[in-house]
């Protein structure tokens, strides 16, 4: 599966006259020859399933790949979630065929790389715990 490493990205979130909507603009970082490729998602409640695209997929080089996700809304929490709370981050995505340079998109996540196991939230008593230790340190004689 194709990826787009997160550089760096932006986010909106608006309201039209019925519905809210967001969307994110991520960019991967510039790569030796200059390209940079980036990625457009859309959350919108109307959306019932992935639609979008992939562009310049096969294309010029100096254009990048942009990928274009239509999302349903109800994904945006957890995929943003994601985004704003990991390093390092990544798009991946995959997409159809065409006779084009625009590839019907057909998958698209935001994943975390490599992680050390147990990086996920700390006990319940892990706060009571240091508490302890370091009331225990400070009454300590002093030597």
Same mark, same amino acid.
């Given at each position: 599966?194709?990826? $787009?490493?997160?550089?760096?990205?932006?986010?909106?979130?608006?309201?039209?006259?019925?519905?809210?909507?967001?969307?994110?603009? $991520?960019?991967?970082?510039?790569?030796?020859?200059?390209?940079?490729?980036?990625?457009?998602?859309?959350?919108?409640?109307?959306?019932?399933?992935?639609?979008?695209?992939?562009?310049?997929?096969?294309?010029?080089?100096?254009?990048?790949?942009?990928?274009?996700?239509? $999302?349903?809304?109800?994904?945006?929490?957890?995929?943003?979630?994601?985004?704003?709370?990991?390093?390092?981050?990544?798009?991946?995505?995959?997409?159809?065929?065409?006779?084009?340079?625009?590839?019907?998109?057909?998958?698209?996540? $935001?994943?975390?790389?490599?992680?050390?196991?147990?990086?996920?939230?700390?006990?319940?008593?892990?706060?009571?715990?240091?508490?302890?230790?370091?009331?225990?340190?400070?009454?300590?004689?002093?030597?």
């Amino acid at each position: 599966m194709p990826t $787009i490493p997160v550089e760096t990205y932006t986010l909106g979130v608006a309201r039209n006259g019925s519905n809210p909507y967001a969307h994110v603009t $991520i960019t991967g970082p510039v790569l030796a020859h200059g390209i940079q490729n980036r990625a457009t998602l859309y959350f919108f409640p109307t959306y019932a399933q992935l639609g979008g695209y992939a562009l310049n997929v096969g294309g010029l080089n100096f254009d990048g790949i942009h990928v274009i996700g239509l $999302i349903p809304f109800g994904d945006f929490d957890r995929m943003y979630d994601v985004l704003r709370n990991e390093a390092p981050v990544h798009v991946y995505y995959s997409h159809g065929s065409s006779s084009t340079t625009t590839k019907p998109l057909t998958n698209i996540a $935001i994943q975390t790389g490599p992680e050390q196991p147990g990086e996920g939230p700390a006990d319940a008593d892990a706060v009571d715990s240091m508490i302890s230790m370091l009331v225990g340190d400070l009454k300590a004689p002093l030597s």
